[in-house]
């Protein structure tokens, strides 16, 4: 049987509660589904590279349930990053910081993170209850279409995964752009659903 479950709160504490133990969970995202665990558990960070069929050379990025949450993840910031973030956040940027100490090196990256502030407010909300932050990627094997809803993912993982919190089909089907704020001038790594000419324009001047 697969795991699908109808979002509801009910649905989201399981889904925290498997977080906890350690479990990789599936769910929407203002973008595309992604799926997560917690990011300090390597053995669940192993899983999904395993359950991707991801290349460890990839880094997993982080969802975050607020800008407030950065400082337990992230180093010192560039100016560029907090700009981004105080005028994108909540949405669909992605940027990559300098990483705090703590973070288990299964995630990637070396001396960076991925960090973004999904603007979905119950994704947000269990985000929170799990910590603050998720080791996340999109819901898909690698190198397969992005997934747009929970039928999709559970195609993709079947059982392999503890929960698929099924919220409809997502609304952006478009990932999120990804810019380094770890280099001068700011590098945009992937175009997505936030524009070049935004982030420039918005960089102007820093």
């Known amino acids: ?44 960070i192993n899983a999904i590279y395993q359950i991707k069929g991801r290349a460890h050379q990839k880094a997993l990025p982080l969802l975050l ?17 907090a700009r981004l973030g105080e005028h994108f956040w909540p949405g669909a940027l992605t940027l990559v910081v300098p990483r705090a100490t703590g973070l288990p090196g299964e ?5 960076t993170i991925a960090v973004r502030v999904p603007a ?5 909300a269990f985000i929170e209850a799990c910590g603050g932050a998720l080791a996340s990627t999109s819901a898909n094997l690698s190198g397969q279409p992005d ?35 770890t280099v001068e001038p700011p590098a945009i790594l992937r175009q997505g659903a936030v524009s070049e000419a935004a982030i420039r324009a918005l960089l102007k001047g820093v």
Request: charged letters at 20%.
């Open 107 to 111: 995630l990637g990256g070396g001396d």
């Open 65 to 81: 349930s607020g800008r407030e949450r950065l400082a337990q993840v992230a180093g010192v910031l560039p100016d560029a990053a």
């Open 1 to 44: 049987m697969m795991p699908v479950s109808e979002a509801s709160p009910e649905t989201w504490r399981l889904a925290a509660q498997a977080i906890a133990e350690g479990g990789v969970v599936a769910f929407p995202t203002d973008t595309v589904y992604g799926i997560g665990c917690d990011p300090y558990s390597v053995a669940a």
């Open 147 to 181: 997934a747009l809803d929970a039928g999709q993912v559970a195609g993709y993982f079947g059982e392999s995964i503890d929960i698929i919190v099924d919220g409809g089909r997502v609304q952006g089907g478009v990932p999120s752009t990804v810019v380094d704020c």
């Open 120 to 124: 979905h407010d119950e994704l947000r």
